[in-house]
């Protein structure tokens, strides 16, 4: 019950961020408009134990930071020279790696695995920059760098989750070796909510290269099964490159 009041919470707290944006006039909305897209990487980091459950067996397992990529498109709505708002769409991976030995069924066992959550997110930002103004009319000048900082929330909708890897060890004086591959979606929220900041640079007048780094945290448990749940939060750290114009 609490997780769903935060969630309704954050998601009314996202509306009224954006709602001011389409109280401006149409004319000065079409002129301070801009677009943008992005491909990057990021390391992410799963605090808490995760427990994966098949059948009668249940494996609990600490995790380890593993890299991922992730792509977005937004759209950049200046309400000033310095301060503006940008919604996005983004499409991330974020995984963990489990390299342990653990006890099944009084046997000893190695598992070499890899829990990857794949979720689309839409995030809104608010961001302060110092950029120039393009004067008016355009004409031309030359590049220049800026530099912005942000911060905003996001909610992230968990379209796949898969847990694989390898299950070898001994049994009865037998090796074995045998790789694994489970759907385990059901194991977790359909939604998370993140916390965001990060800070970037831009280079260009009119059409212009970015590159930001961003930090952003689950501020809600993630899990969803009643029986193995934990307090378990993804932390990311994502580096990008793109355009905007």
């Known amino acids: 019950m609490k997780s769903?009041?935060?969630?309704?919470?954050?998601?009314?707290?996202?509306f009224l961020l954006i709602l001011p944006v389409f109280l401006l006039p149409a004319e000065t909305l079409s002129r301070n408009v801009e677009y943008g897209f992005a491909l990057g990487r990021n390391v992410s980091y799963l605090h808490g134990?995760?427990?994966?459950?098949?059948?009668?067996?249940?494996?609990?397992?600490?995790?380890?930071?593993?890299?991922?990529?992730?792509?977005s498109a937004y759209i950049r709505f200046n309400l000033s020279r310095v301060f503006s708002i940008q919604p996005e769409v983004n499409y991330i991976t974020r995984s963990t790696s489990f390299n342990e030995d653990v006890i099944i069924r009084g046997q000893d066992m190695r598992v070499d695995g890899r829990l990857t959550m794949t979720h689309?997110?839409?995030?809104?930002?608010?961001?302060?920059?110092?950029?120039?103004?393009?004067?008016?009319?355009?004409?031309?000048?030359?590049?220049?760098?800026?530099?912005?900082?942000?911060?905003?929330?996001?909610?992230?909708y968990n379209t796949r989750s898969r847990f694989s890897g390898d299950l070898s060890g001994n049994v009865f004086g037998v090796d074995f070796d045998e790789a694994f591959s489970s759907d385990v979606?059901?194991?977790?929220?359909?939604?998370?909510?993140?916390?965001?900041?990060?800070a970037?640079?831009?280079?260009?007048?009119?059409?212009?290269?970015?590159?930001?780094?961003?930090?952003?945290?689950?501020?809600?448990?993630?899990?969803?099964?009643?029986?193995?749940?934990?307090?378990m939060r993804f932390s990311t750290l994502s580096l990008g490159l793109g355009v905007i114009f």
């Open 120 to 156: 689309v997110e839409l995030p809104i930002l608010l961001r302060l920059s110092n950029r120039d103004p393009i004067p008016e009319p355009p004409r031309y000048t030359r590049p220049g760098y800026s530099f912005n900082i942000y911060s905003g929330a996001s909610i992230a």
């Open 185 to 198: 979606r059901d194991q977790f929220n359909e939604t998370d909510i993140n916390f965001i900041a990060g």
């Open 49 to 71: 134990s995760y427990t994966n459950a098949e059948e009668d067996i249940a494996v609990t397992m600490d995790s380890d930071f593993s890299w991922n990529y992730d792509a």
């Open 200 to 231: 970037g640079v831009e280079y260009g007048r009119h059409t212009r290269l970015t590159a930001d780094i961003r930090y952003k945290i689950s501020i809600m448990d993630i899990g969803s099964d009643p029986e193995f749940r934990e307090d």
């Open 4 to 14: 769903i009041m935060k969630k309704n919470y954050i998601t009314r707290l996202l």
